[in-house]
């Protein structure tokens, strides 16, 4: 892509970036150009002043995304910069590339409780949206209030929670549409109630999942009536590999990059799990983690 097909912004372009280099897998392809707007302002007239054939693809944190081996064509937008916080009396306004960690701690140093219960999710406040990120128990949606998007024509609309219907690991956004901020709701708490929480969440995690690892969280989402890891085991899948991607020891619903794993070994991985687990139980495992990019 060249250059000055794109227009002016007060924010940042890469050109042919390495993806890799910034993904929770470690694996996928370059993207032609990634653009880090300076603000919302910027995000807003990159969209209307762009090539109307532009490609765009959003992406987070990238905790949950499994990026191709052919890397991602157009624009990769990231909000990494978009990460603002204001508190008031009953809820609070989050810019969506707010890392979820960094947000639950400004929470508690306000003596708020919102959505601690997601501390060891790491990815960013608009991916948790996108996907309903939540545990057994709890979901986003339990406090969101709002979600502000804007199309990639560069129109803005606000959607409350009764628009959306989010449903289980969907926040059903619309294909065309970047979350820009959200509003959840919050009460009050003591700080060291949230942060005993927080703890105690962070140290069953650290007991039961491949923290520090090369791994994009749970691979499948659990089907209705059963758990994703249960049926992984069940089927003699707890030990598969493919190169050096394999499923963890830990939790066998979580993969990891070993080493020098491509997005192609983990595709295989993913589809022989699948096809083994629906042969020996039945169920038809569905995937949380999302295929992005070029040529799959």
């Known amino acids: ?83 603002k916080v204001n508190f008031y009396n009953d809820y609070v306004d989050v810019q969506a590339g707010t890392l979820l960690p960094k947000f639950i701690s400004d929470c508690a140093k306000h003596n708020v ?30 406090v969101l209030v709002s979600v502000s998007c804007v199309n990639f024509s560069g129109e803005q609309k606000i ?36 942060i005993d929480e927080i703890n105690e969440l962070q140290a069953k995690r650290l007991k039961s999942q491949p923290v520090g690892q090369a791994t994009c969280g749970s691979t499948f989402k659990n089907p209705d009536g059963a758990k994703a890891w249960e049926l992984i085991k069940r089927a003699g899948c707890d030990k598969l590999s493919v190169g050096d991607a394999i499923v963890s020891e830990k939790h066998c619903n979580f993969l990891i990059n070993t080493g020098n794993a491509k997005a192609s070994d983990f595709v295989k991985l993913i589809d022989m799990i699948k096809a083994r687990v629906f042969e020996k139980t039945g169920y038809d495992l569905q995937e949380e983690i999302k295929r992005i990019g070029d040529k799959w």
């Not at 919102?114 to 990120?133: D, Q, R, S, V, Y």
């Not at 959607?159 to 959306?164: P, V």
């Not at 219907?165 to 959200?182: A, E, F, L």
């Open 113 to 142: 409780s919102c959505c601690e219960k997601l501390c060891c999710i790491p990815g960013t406040i608009g991916g948790a949206i996108f996907m309903n990120a939540g545990i057994p128990g709890f979901e986003i949606s339990d």
């Open 159 to 194: 959607f409350n929670k009764e628009e959306l219907n989010m449903t289980y690991r969907n926040g059903n956004i619309q294909k065309d549409s970047i979350i820009t901020s959200v509003r959840l709701k919050i009460r009050s708490k003591d700080t060291k109630q949230i």
């Open 1 to 83: 892509m060249q250059p000055n097909v794109l227009p002016d912004i007060r924010g940042e372009y890469r050109l042919n970036f390495a993806i890799n280099t910034q993904s929770f897998f470690k694996v996928g392809g370059n993207c032609d150009v990634m653009f880090i707007p300076a603000d919302i302002d910027d995000l807003l007239q990159f969209l209307k002043k762009k090539p109307k054939d532009l490609k765009i693809t959003v992406l987070g944190n990238m905790s949950n995304v499994l990026i191709s081996d052919y890397g991602i064509q157009g624009c990769v937008i990231r909000l990494n910069t978009l990460n």
